[in-house]
């Protein structure tokens, strides 16, 4: 390793700020990607709309985890709110040594001790020791699981994730008992699902951790295209559109209604832009404020009487949506 790459592995990937929320009100959040060995379960098979299987660093230590920590706590400044992401899974001790998770942890502590930390990570890294170990250095730890649907079939099939419904249970279960907090990912619109069909997918799936998981968060992420994976494949060939506003709206409103008190939001990448959620482009920019307002203190009423003249074409394109044929397409 080059001296060049040991000073990469120092320094995140990325540190930003932005606005989220903590109990219905808008928070200040410091946000870090780390630079990691990579994803696991991408080794083995990987997920269908997920590109950051590429985004490894093989060489990286934990010296140099624990570091980039350390760099990028360096701009916080009394945020409320701190994320680390990574190209997996926070808990996975392949990715991250459970010594160094600890570790992070404790420097994420010692500087911000008042603050909630946000981790995420597959169900079956999830256990109740870690966790113990880990929540014991912050003043709340929010660990997020992307389930992104209920259907076992769906997250099987069209996303290839890897586990099942009952796992993401049992291990949301591990983290409620262990008074951590819970945040569920969804992902709208799994490819070779209808327009239509999505929307009711993204509904069920709120309304089950809704009754699961009661006071918890759900977040609706609705698909963009990430590069060298086989939904942009399928978006290059023009037989994958990322979802419509309209349909976001539609899952956010009436997801809102069976989420029974949980906090619902949605912050979708790359929205209003070609390869995210978006409409005409006329007007993506005020439906996206309205879907940010809402995320903050789910206010249902933010939600309601948007209009424009592509929401016929929407409505036109939901009646004749259906579930393209699955199988033998996405390979084994």
Known sequence: MTARNVASNLIPLSVWKEKDSIDRKEADALVMILKTRGCSWAKRSGCTMCGYNR???PDVTSSDL???VEHAMKSYNDEPYVKIFTSGSYLDPWEIPAETQVEMSRVIGEKAPMARLLIESRPEFIDPDGLERISHNVDALEIAVGLETSSDEIRAVHIKKGFTWSDYVKGGRIICDAGCLLKSYLLMKPPFLGEANAIQDCITSIMRVSEVFPGSRISVNPMNIQSQTPVEDLFRKGLYRPPWLWSLLEVLDRGYEYADGNHIMSSPTAGGRKRGAH???????????AITSFSIDNDPSKLKHHDHYCKEEWKEHLIGSV??????????
């Open 323 to 332: 579930s393209h044929p699955i199988d033998g397409v996405l390979g084994d």
């Open 66 to 68: 624990k570091e980039q």
């Open 55 to 57: 985004i490894v660093y």
């Open 279 to 289: 409409n005409c482009g006329e007007c993506d920019e005020g439906i996206l404020g």
